[in-house]
């Protein structure tokens, strides 16, 4: 799997990113950050492009080297961009030290999430909030069959993608308070394609 996954795996990770339907979810999200942000799963940096003030730094956290490679090489918003190569479940930077904290069809793929955001909310200052578009499990009964039986085989070749997790009551679990969410399918597979859209500030 070390071929597949440092050097096949990005590749398709980028291309899935590519989606254009996915945009809309990037302005609105990328455009409620501001002041000093880090991003979690910066990825190939399909989101960069979309920082405008008042965002002032981006942290740009991924663990993958072949992925920083790429983001590195994506359009930069007219901003500093700083590209740490790191895991969201020990996040390199000091309490409290972020106005934001962006993720992106991220929290699927963490392999001990609930670690991972309760660093999220360590690093957000108080008064921070937590910005979020992910996909995971479905309200309906017969997708989530759908999602549990395919979780097992997609998880292994797409990284660690689990498509049945419960975004919003991880998130709040982490001791997060979700100011706002929303919720719905967009266009594709129903196992891959619900959405959940929001903020969240730390409780």
């Known amino acids: ?12 990770c980028d ?41 002032k730094q981006v942290l740009a956290l991924e663990p993958a080297p072949n992925l920083i490679a790429m983001a590195r090489r994506a359009q930069h ?4 961009v ?5 895991s969201a479940e020990a996040i390199p930077l000091d309490n409290h030290s972020v106005d934001t ?15 991972a955001l309760a660093e999220m909310r360590r690093v957000l200052r108080p008064g921070g909030r937590l910005l979020f578009a992910e996909h995971g499990l479905a309200p309906d009964k017969n997708v989530r069959r759908w999602q549990d039986w395919l979780t097992p085989a997609w998880s292994r070749i797409s990284g660690g993608c689990h498509l049945n997790r419960p975004i919003q009551l991880m998130i709040e679990d982490a001791g997060f308070r979700v100011d706002r969410v929303e919720t719905g ?12 859209e929001g903020s969240a500030s730390p409780g």
């Open 1 to 12: 799997m070390g071929f597949y996954s440092e050097t096949i795996l990005p590749k398709l």
């Open 15 to 55: 291309l899935a990113m590519r989606n254009k339907d996915l945009v809309p979810y990037r302005k609105r999200v990328i455009g409620a950050a501001e002041g000093r942000v880090v991003e979690i799963g910066v990825g190939s940096g399909r989101n960069l492009p979309f920082y405008r003030s008042p965002v």
């Open 77 to 80: 918003p007219n901003m500093p």
């Open 82 to 86: 700083d590209f740490i190569t790191g």
């Open 101 to 115: 904290v962006v993720t992106t069809w991220t929290l699927c793929s963490i392999p001990q999430a609930a670690t």
């Open 185 to 196: 399918y967009m266009p594709g597979p129903k196992p891959m394609t619900y959405m959940y």
